[in-house]
């Protein structure tokens, strides 16, 4: 079975930096695709920055300039460097695998909160 485990959220006041990552339990697995998304409260879910085949990078507009998504393929992690934190950056970050095969896999989520 495949799990996905974040870690790295916690509370950071606004302007500061956190880096979360996501772990994929198992190695040998072929990943097309990897990505983090977010949730706020009473909001839908929605996509942060994925990377593609190690190499496509996509980020949402509210996070280009701030975040960084990075994949270290040694270590099955995958990382968001995030800096300029807002509030608006407030949520719960979901790591999202996709297999070649089509299996889909996402982690527990992560809580990041940003305030003073």
């Known amino acids: 079975q495949v799990q996905l485990v974040e870690s790295g959220g916690g509370l950071v006041q606004p302007g500061g930096s956190l880096r979360i990552s996501c772990a994929v339990s198992r190695s040998g697995l072929s990943i097309y695709h990897m990505g983090w998304y977010r949730q706020a409260p009473g909001k839908q879910r929605e996509l942060v920055a994925t990377?593609?085949?190690?190499?496509?990078?996509n980020y949402a507009d509210s996070v280009k300039g701030r975040f960084t998504i990075s994949r270290d393929n040694t270590k099955n992690t995958v990382y968001l460097q995030m800096n300029s934190l807002k509030p608006e950056d407030t949520a719960v970050y979901y790591c999202?695998?996709?297999?070649?095969?089509?299996?889909?896999?996402w982690g527990q989520g992560t809580q990041v909160t940003v305030s003073s």
């Open positions: 990377i593609t085949s190690g190499v496509y990078i």
């Open positions: 999202n695998a996709v297999l070649h095969s089509g299996d889909d896999y």
